[in-house]
Nanobody, 116 residues
Framework: QVQLVESGGGLVQPGGSLRLSCTAS????????MTWSRQAPGKEREPIAR????????DYSDSVRGRFTISTDDSENTINLQMSNLKPEDTAVYYC?????????WGQGTQVTVSS
């Protein structure tokens, strides 16, 4: 059974930093691309960072490139999202997901609020 559990969200001031983590289980973690997405109030969920396996290529949306960094810790079955220079428009629920055997699996999400 695939499970994804996000953690690390919270309230942060503009310009601050947060580190999100997603712990995975139920599949061969080191073999699958992983994605961070977010959903702001009243908006559709959007992918913002992705890391592939083998090449460890990382892709970012224009809205977070240069401020967010995705990484993995295969020993802990965890992917991380280091977020810096946070802006109010980064306020959203953040999710990790994996496409495993043609099914998209999502965690429950973690809330990030950027406000002074």
């Amino acid at each position: 059974q695939v499970q994804l559990v996000e953690s690390g969200g919270g309230l942060v001031q503009p310009g601050g930093s947060l580190r999100l983590s997603c712990t995975a289980s139920g599949f061969a973690f080191s073999s699958y691309a992983m994605t961070w997405s977010r959903q702001a109030p009243g908006k559709e969920r959007e992918p913002i960072a992705r890391i592939t396996r083998g090449s460890l290529a990382m892709d970012y949306s224009d809205s977070v490139r240069g401020r967010f960094t995705i990484s993995t810790d295969d020993s802990e079955n965890t992917i991380n999202l280091q977020m810096s220079n946070l802006k109010p428009e980064d306020t959203a629920v953040y999710y990790c997901n994996v496409l495993y055997r043609r099914t998209n699996y999502w965690g429950q999400g973690t809330q990030v609020t950027v406000s002074s």
